[in-house]
């Protein structure tokens, strides 16, 4: 997922794009630790994650099409990856997000365009 957002940055003239966003935290963290839910303060932290998403001009939303690499640092479980999709289209569902598809240039392209219009 990425966001993009010109209202938050450290200098209000600036923009920024980010390749995750508070939202992919919850999610993570759902899956990563044992009974969050019942976490008062992982219910502080979702509360302060869903606020800060709201704030985010665009919202573009990868399904997860193309190849896991083996970088040593992303899961490469084709379930787990299956989860952490499953549970963010849950929590997108409550924002206007765009989909991006295809291969990398025709993403690329298409994420230019979201923002331009």
């Known amino acids: ?3 993009a957002n ?3 940055s450290a200098n209000k003239n600036q923009s920024f794009v980010s ?3 508070t939202l992919n935290s919850i999610v993570y ?3 990563k630790v044992k009974n969050a839910d019942k976490n008062p303060k992982f219910s502080e932290f979702c509360e302060l994650a869903i606020k800060n998403a709201k704030k985010y ?3 573009i939303y990868l399904p997860p099409e193309l190849p896991l690499v083996d970088d040593g640092f992303r899961p490469l479980s084709p379930e787990f990856r299956s989860e952490i999709n ?5 929590i997108l569902k409550d924002y206007k997000f765009y989909t991006v598809r295809g291969e990398l240039k025709e993403r690329i392209k298409q994420i ?3 923002i331009k219009n």
């Open 19 to 21: 390749d995750g966003c």
């Open 29 to 31: 963290l759902k899956t």
């Open 112 to 114: 230019k365009d979201i």
């Open 86 to 90: 499953h549970l963010l289209l849950d």
């Open 1 to 3: 997922m990425l966001v």
């Open 57 to 59: 001009d665009f919202i």
């Open 6 to 8: 010109k209202a938050t």
